[in-house]
C-alpha cells in the first residue's frame, strides 16, 4: 500500500521515497527536527463505542482501561502461544480509538477485529484513505496535524523510557532510546505539506534501528515473542488482567528465558556493502539468525538489527551474508543471554525426597 503526497517531490527515489539524494543529510535534518518523514507505507483503523478501551484492553498486552484523550500508548495482540501477531500504535480521542499500523496489517487486522465484535458497542472503520502519516522528531515543526473531537492526532512513541508495567532488558548503562523523541502525526492527504522539508526512509530506518526499536513489519516473524525484541518495555503490561498469549508472556519472563534474541550489529564497512532483508547470520559455519534491517548511519556506520539464537555468546563476531560474500560483524547486545527468569524461583525439593541439614 501506498498513499505517497512526497513521491513527486524533485529528487525523490521511491514511492514512498527512500531518499531525495543525500541519505546521511537527511538524518541529520531529520533527528534534529528539521524536516519530517512520509509514512505512506502505513494504514489507520478507528475503533469507535463506549466499550472500546475495556475491549480492545481485553484482547492485547497493554492496560488500556486507562487511557484519556490525547494519550499515546502501544499494544500487541498476541496468537494463544504467545506470538506476535499484529502492533499496534494508540491514540484515543475519548470517542474513537486510533490505531495507526503498518499497511500490511490493515485487512487482516480488521478482519479479525471484526469478528471478536460479538455483542459489545464496538465499530470498527478503516480510515487509511482519509490520513496520511507523517514522522518527525521533537517539537520544532508544528505539522498540521487533523483532530477529532478537538483532540489533535499525534502519536508520542513511548520507547524512550519503560512505560508503568512494562519491563526493559536491555542492561547498558544508556540506552540509546534516551534521547528517541519521536511522533507520527495523522495528516489528511489534501494538506498542504509544501513548506515541510522530506527525508525518506531510508533515513528513518537508520535512526530506527540505532535505537533498537523493532516494527511490526521488519521484526516481527512467525515465531516472535516480545521478550526477544525488548518490546515489553513500551508495549506490554505484566500486572494487567488476562489476555490471549498472558500465559507465555508470564512463563519465559519469569521463569524461562526468549529461544532469540535481537541485536544490533556493526558491520565491516570496507566493502561498501549492506545484507539483505533475510540475510543469514552465521556463527562460523553455523547459521544462528536472520537480519531484520539494515542501514548506513551518518554516525555509526553501516549497522543492522538481526534475531539470532539466544545462547549465541555475546563477544562471538558473526557474519552475515551478502551478494559479495560474508561480512564480519560485531555484536551490540540489546536483549542479554539471560534475559527472562526473573522471578528467581528457589528450586524446591521433589515431594517425598529427603533433604539433609
Not at 22 to 44: H, I, K, M, Y
Not at 121 to 134: H, M, P, Q, Y
Not at 323 to 351: C, H, K, S
Request: aromatic content about 6%; overall charge negative.
Amino acid at each position: 500500500m501506498s498513499n505517497s503526497v512526497f513521491a513527486a517531490r524533485p529528487g525523490a527515489i521511491g514511492e514512498p521515497p527512500e531518499h531525495y539524494g543525500n541519505p546521511f543529510g537527511e538524518q541529520r535534518t531529520l533527528t534534529e527536527g528539521r524536516s519530517v518523514v512520509e509514512l505512506a507505507d502505513r494504514a489507520v483503523l478507528t475503533i469507535t463505542g463506549p466499550d472500546r478501551l475495556t475491549w480492545l484492553d481485553s484482547l492485547t498486552t497493554q492496560s488500556l482501561k486507562g487511557l484519556t484523550p490525547g494519550e499515546s500508548a502501544e499494544t500487541l495482540l498476541l496468537n494463544p502461544n504467545g506470538r506476535v501477531e499484529h502492533a499496534m500504535r494508540l491514540i484515543d480521542d475519548g470517542e474513537s480509538l486510533w490505531l495507526l499500523i503498518d499497511g500490511t496489517q490493515r485487512e487482516p487486522l480488521a478482519a479479525w477485529l471484526n469478528r471478536m465484535k460479538f455483542m459489545l458497542r464496538v465499530e470498527i472503520a478503516d480510515r487509511s484513505d482519509d490520513f496520511v502519516t507523517i514522522g518527525s522528531f521533537g517539537d520544532a515543526l508544528e505539522v498540521p496535524a487533523a483532530t477529532s473531537q478537538d483532540v489533535p492526532l499525534v502519536w508520542v512513541d513511548p520507547w524512550s523510557s519503560v512505560v508503568r508495567g512494562g519491563h526493559q532488558y536491555a542492561t547498558s548503562a544508556t540506552h540509546p532510546a534516551a534521547t528517541w523523541n519521536y511522533s507520527e502525526t495523522l495528516v489528511a492527504v489534501d494538506a498542504d505539506l509544501s513548506a515541510f522539508d522530506a527525508a525518506g526512509s531510508l533515513a528513518f530506518d537508520a535512526l530506527r534501528i540505532a535505537a533498537w526499536r523493532p516494527r511490526f513489519s521488519s521484526e516481527v516473524d512467525d515465531r516472535t515473542i516480545p521478550h526477544e525484541l525488548d518490546w515489553m518495555r513500551s508495549a506490554v503490561h505484566l500486572n494487567k488482567g488476562c489476555y490471549r498469549g498472558q500465559e507465555t508472556v508470564a512463563k519465559v519472563h519469569n521463569l524461562g528465558h526468549p529461544p532469540r534474541r535481537l541485536v544490533m550489529l556493526h558491520l565491516d564497512g570496507s566493502e561498501g556493502a549492506l545484507p539483505e532483508v533475510g540475510a543469514e547470520v552465521r556463527l562460523g559455519e553455523k547459521t544462528v539468525g536472520t537480519v531484520t534491517a539494515s542501514a548506513r548511519h551518518f554516525e555509526l556506520g553501516p549497522i543492522a538489527l538481526a534475531v539470532i539464537k539466544r545462547g549465541v555468546d555475546a563477544a562471538e563476531t558473526l557474519a552475515v551474508t551478502s551478494d559479495i560474500g560474508e561480512i564480519a560483524a560485531a555484536q551490540e547486545v540489546i536483549v542479554p543471554t539471560d534475559a527472562g527468569a526473573e522471578a528467581n524461583v528457589p528450586r524446591l525439593p521433589r515431594l517425598g525426597a529427603v533433604t539433609r541439614g
